[in-house]
Nanobody, 120 residues
Framework: QVQLVESGGGLVQAGGSLRLSCAASGSIRSINAMGWYRQAPGKRRELVAAITRSGNTNYADSVKGRFTISRDNAKITVYLQMNSLKPEDTAVYYC??????????????WGQGTQVTVSS
């Protein structure tokens, strides 16, 4: 079983910055993709940013140039640095980690979610 613990959310004024962290633990053989999603009230959950095992990244158009995703493989942790925050970035942010528990058993785990609120 794989557990994800998120931290770093909070309330910030527009133009400010926040850094989210998500640490994975448990029976992990290897990690493939790690990513951040968000869900605003009344909206569907959407991908914000993702990073592959080799370090390739992918961002939603709405956050390109403002958010940066990174990972520390030794600590099995993924980060999301969010700069120039806008009120429309307000949402619950979830981390997602995909990988292998054994050679034939994969996992796809979600964090508990952390609230990010950007005031205008």
């Amino acid at each position: 079983q794989v557990q994800l613990v998120e931290s770093g959310g909070g309330l910030v004024q527009a133009g400010g910055s926040l850094r989210l962290s998500c640490a994975a633990s448990g029976s992990i053989r290897s990690i493939n993709a790690m990513g951040w999603y968000r869900q605003a009230p009344g909206k569907r959950r959407e991908l914000v940013a993702a990073i592959t095992r080799s370090g390739n990244t992918n961002y939603a158009d709405s956050v390109k140039g403002r958010f940066t995703i990174s990972r520390d493989n030794a600590k099995i942790t993924v980060y999301l640095q969010m700069n120039s925050l806008k009120p429309e970035d307000t949402a619950v942010y979830y981390c997602n980690v995909k990988g292998l528990i054994t050679d034939w058993q994969s996992f796809d785990s979600w964090g508990q979610g952390t609230q990010v609120t950007v005031s205008s």
